[in-house]
């Protein structure tokens, strides 16, 4: 089975509701399983508490600071893994790191390479900015679509 035919089975489960695929040929196994979304449980308070007393002023200017961090993390764009495999940070163990956290990248630059059967594919960035945060330790197993580097855009 070759790396075309497995993302096809890939798009597939993504596009379906089935839950995992195990496909068996003279080259080997494949299993793929969709990634299960984690259950949120919200829950309401059991009771609510009134005061008549104004609230207090450090409380008040600490609040307006609050928001400011998200809206940062709003204009960061994602690189993901467009496969499943084990993650890398280098070509070779002896070789330099492709990507840090401050590495400007753009379109067609390598930032990370990940095995998928004993086959080592070369990530690269499809955008252009600035590495702010890597997602995934070296060595690391992956799945399709996971969030791998964290960039602002150029």
């Not at 080259?27 to 007393?53: C, F, L, M, R």
């Not at 401050?102 to 900015?129: D, H, Q, R, W, Y």
């Amino acid at each position: 089975m070759d790396l075309k035919q497995i993302h096809e089975l890939i798009k597939i489960v993504n596009k379906s509701n089935i839950g995992e695929i195990s496909i068996e040929d003279k080259d080997g196994k494949v299993t793929i399983k969709q990634k299960e979304e984690p259950a949120i449980t919200v829950a309401a308070p059991q009771h609510q508490v009134y005061t008549t007393a104004p609230a207090p002023a450090p409380a008040a200017t600490s609040a307006p600071a609050a928001p400011a961090a998200p809206a940062k993390a709003d204009n960061l764009i994602t690189i993901k893994s467009p496969m499943i495999g084990t993650f890398y940070r280098r070509p070779s163990p002896d070789k330099p790191i492709f990507a840090e956290i401050g590495t400007e990248v753009a379109p067609g630059k390598v930032v990370c390479i990940i095995e998928a059967m004993k086959l080592f594919n070369e990530i690269e960035s499809e955008i252009s900015g600035t590495i702010v945060k890597i997602l995934v330790d070296d060595a690391s197993p992956v799945e399709y679509d996971q969030p791998l580097f964290l960039v602002e855009p150029a």
